[in-house]
């Protein structure tokens, strides 16, 4: 009969590997909408840009990521 081997154990620093990713997977899932809500907030309610602009503004921090955070820096944005 052929001999089977053993799968090889994981190391360490391949499961830190894993469970880092899964946890910045679960943060990015579920602080991304909080983002996006604040942002919407923050620009519905700001009196010195236009409804166009405003619009502009919550299309752009829709994007998954980067959108709150183009907002912050270059749309003059805050979060509180």
Known sequence: ???HRKPAPRSRETLSAVIKFIVEVLLAIF???VAFVLC?????????ISGLWKVLWIIVSF???IGPI?????GRGKFW
């Open 40 to 48: 919407v907030i923050d620009i519905v309610n700001r009196a010195d």
């Open 70 to 74: 183009l907002y912050i820096l270059l």
């Open 1 to 3: 009969m052929a001999k």
């Open 31 to 33: 602080l991304h909408p």
């Open 63 to 65: 994007f998954w990521g």
